[in-house]
């Protein structure tokens, strides 16, 4: 009882303190985490056995598995139209699958098989103590600026809000009332399943959503990490040693969700020092800076890009597709660590084998058909993960094809060829629902015309490459010395496989910052942002795999190396890395202001600045939001960008004939269209002539026509309130506005 007694308490402590920061939200925050919590214990089922060579049995892997697998089988059976997608479907289907476990936890207990981390109470204590603290930390940060409005939030809140109206998927566009939403939006999809599941509201679980991937994007690294390095030590971690795993652990997972980049420490720290030495003021910094270096300073209008990373976009509050999958690439890569662990354990192929239970053996993997699953999936949520993450899985299937199968080439060549195209067929197979309905942006690749100077390549990505090829060099040094026959073969035999894998991570990152300076993926934003897009996602990820390599990297060459040159090197790593983490402290105070004054606190509603914002419409948007059901179409102006327009839209999920037109022009690369439909938005709004006005609205089946601010500042005089308002019965006005709804009579 009285080792109890502390891990109580401060359990209790955690749960007041999230009372006491985020007052009525806190009910929300812990309907997530419970969920989580029982998610996650119920899968363990299936989770115990893909990680069993963790401590943990992977129990943190475990909840993003049960929300995978429950989140994109409701989405399948949704889109094949064989389900409604309403709050009860998504509960089915999780019962269902809560059930499945069950019956497989039933007999893998008659068979004696243990997938619950016995005696390992204080691992799972811990790692549960840790995410909470993580998850409430950026909720209660989300709490100081919650608006959904600004960059990308207007169109991800509003996506939330399309699916949360539909009962089909894709949902109807929100910006292009005649077709559905031709995006990667499986990231808002996730959020709005959880959303129908806990029976929550959109306008706090747009924020919850995007701290509860920030929680797994430190707790999952770290989880994964502190395996590797119980791995590498494993037998000798006694006394003191046995909490540097969890010290490597944490590194990673600062490395993942907290820390900035070299371009803070150069940029915030020392220049500004330089200067105040030379008598000179000193340059502010303002952290968006250190994701817009190449091509912004020294400016390039020929070559803007963008690298950011989850830090950046965990403070930004944007919930893209990039943010959202975050989650399920750190758990397709702790899996892939498992499945080499237990292909290392399991030792060589045997010589001699039955020709179809071989086959059989290779192409059911079942960490390889969950990774062509996830790599499906990752087509509808962020299609660059895909390809990404086909080239590292690839890699880890190659390696340990060839310890495998002792360097022999020709069964090396047959059995990674034959589950590559098993994983290709099995990844197209999964998605065709979404394929088969999307119209690809791509338009063909092009090699680089312009190119990162080298000093920001350096600032940029010196750091994590230095320390990568460190570690290369301090593995290669050690197994070459003593080995007498050097082959491929021998070397990766002599490996452990931490250490592998930790140096796969590290060279599949290295890839992904090189291939930009090469070729690109076109785009409409060619002109003067060829790159940014293709710098952005690969390098976005290339930011996280070293994350993690580094995380282990540091503690493999401090702890295991004796090399002392290795160990003084790896130490300066060790210190610049912690002082990047200072970016988390910069960028919370520039964008969230005093969080340590809890009355600061604004609450996670994330369409407050309706009120603040656009307080002419505000009340008429929330009539809209309480008062209509389905997908009815709404006219409002349309507008550029990144800008107010479309504010009715994106806060009720109502489609409209068009909305921001870059963003439109992206997903449906058709211009003429585009222009045509904002001219007739015009026309409506505008025009004399109620004849072709009416037709207009017969054409778009348009149902209420949006009368506010936006509207009145874009077509001013020329505005015909009186036919618009002839059109049908006024549903809604603010005498004190002028803001008005008319619904359209229908002839």
């Not at 593995?475 to 026959?485: D, P, R, Y």
Request: proline share 3%; charged share 15%; aromatic share 14%.
């Amino acid at each position: 009882m009285k080792k109890w007694a502390p891990r109580v308490l401060l359990a209790a402590a955690l749960a007041g303190l999230s009372a006491f920061l985020l007052k009525g939200d806190v009910w929300t925050f812990w309907t997530w985490w419970m969920l989580a919590f029982l998610m996650g214990m119920v899968a363990m089922p299936v989770t115990g056995r893909l990680f069993a060579g963790f401590e943990d049995k992977g129990w943190m892997f475990s909840k993003v598995l049960a929300i995978t697998v429950t989140g994109f089988l409701t989405w399948f059976l949704v889109t094949a139209k064989i389900l409604p997608f309403t709050a009860a479907t998504c509960i089915g289907v999780s019962v269902v699958c809560a059930v499945g476990c069950g019956v497989l936890y039933h007999f893998q207990g008659k068979n004696g098989i243990d997938c619950f981390p016995s005696g390992k109470v204080d691992l799972i204590y811990g790692e549960e103590i840790l995410f909470f603290i993580f998850f409430l930390m950026w909720t209660y940060f989300a709490g100081f600026r919650p608006q959904a409005y600004g960059t990308e939030k207007f169109m991800d809140y509003g996506f939330m809000e399309a699916m949360m109206r539909s009962t089909t998927l894709p949902a109807r566009d929100l910006w292009y009332s005649e077709g559905t939403i031709n995006y990667y939006y499986g990231g808002q999809y996730f959020a709005v399943f959880l959303t129908k599941l806990t029976g929550s509201k959109v306008e706090l679980t747009y924020n919850l959503m995007r701290t509860f991937v920030a929680a797994f994007a430190f707790v999952l690294p770290f989880s994964l990490v502190r395996q590797m390095s119980v791995d590498r030590l494993k037998g000798s971690l006694t006394g003191k040693k046995r909490c540097l795993p969890a010290v490597a652990g944490i590194i990673a997972g600062l490395s993942v969700s907290i820390a900035g980049n070299m371009h803070y420490v150069v940029y915030s720290k020392i220049i500004p020092w330089l200067q105040k030495l030379q008598g000179k003021e000193a340059d502010s910094y303002w952290f968006p800076d250190a994701t817009r270096y190449i091509g912004y300073n020294p400016v390039n209008e020929s070559d803007k890009t963008i690298h950011e990373f989850p830090c950046y976009s965990f403070v930004l509050g944007d919930l893209h597709a990039h943010v959202v999958n975050v989650m399920f690439v750190t758990f397709l890569v702790g899996m892939l660590y498992a499945w080499m662990k237990k292909i290392r354990s399991a030792g060589p192929e045997p010589e001699k084998q039955d020709v179809r239970d071989f086959w059989l053996k290779q192409l059911l993997m079942p960490h390889i058909l969950l990774a062509a699953v996830l790599l499906g999936m990752f087509q509808w949520t962020n299609y660059w993960d895909f390809v990404i993450y086909f080239v590292v899985t690839g890699g880890v299937v190659l390696i340990a094809n060839i310890i495998r199968f002792e360097g022999k080439v020709t069964r090396i060549l047959a059995v990674t060829i034959a589950q590559a195209v098993e994983i290709i067929a099995v990844s197209y197979l999964v998605i065709l629902p979404f394929t088969l309905k999307f119209e690809t942006m791509v338009q063909g690749v092009a090699l680089a015309q312009h190119h990162s100077l080298w000093y920001q390549l350096l600032i940029l990505w010196g750091l994590p490459v230095f320390l990568t090829v460190l570690l290369i060099i301090s593995v290669l040094t050690e197994k070459l010395k003593g080995m007498k026959h050097k082959s491929l073969y021998r070397l990766l035999e002599a490996v452990s496989a931490p250490d592998l894998f930790a140096v796969i991570m590290g060279l599949c990152a290295i890839g992904l910052i090189l291939i930009p300076e090469i070729v690109y993926v076109r785009d409409i934003y060619e002109n003067g942002n060829a790159r940014a897009n293709t710098m952005f996602k690969l390098t976005y990820q290339a930011y996280i795999l070293f994350g993690m390599t580094m995380g282990y990297g540091i503690y493999r060459m401090l702890v295991v190396s004796k090399q002392k040159i290795i160990r003084i090197f790896s130490g300066i790593g060790l210190f610049v890395l912690i002082w990047t983490v200072g970016y988390f402290g910069n960028a919370v105070h520039s964008w969230f202001g005093e969080v340590w004054n809890p009355s600061n606190y604004q609450g996670l509603n994330a369409t407050t600045f309706l009120e603040t914002d656009f307080p002419q419409d505000a009340a008429a948007i929330r009539w809209l939001k309480d008062n209509i059901e389905g997908s009815p179409v709404v006219l409002e102006a349309n507008g550029d960008s990144y800008t107010g327009y479309e504010r009715v839209s994106a806060t009720t999920g109502l489609p409209t004939v068009l909305g921001w037109y870059v963003h439109e022009w992206l997903w449906r690369n058709n211009v003429p269209d585009l222009n045509e439909k904002s001219a007739d938005i015009q026309t409506i709004y505008t025009s004399t002539d109620e004849e072709k006005v009416k037709e207009l609205i017969q054409r778009y089946d348009i149902s209420y026509i949006f009368v506010g601010g936006q509207e009145k500042e874009k077509y001013g005089t020329e505005l015909n309130d009186s036919l618009l308002q002839s059109l049908g019965s006024i549903v809604f006005e603010d005498d004190t506005s002028g803001t008005y709804i008319v619904k359209v009579e229908q002839d």
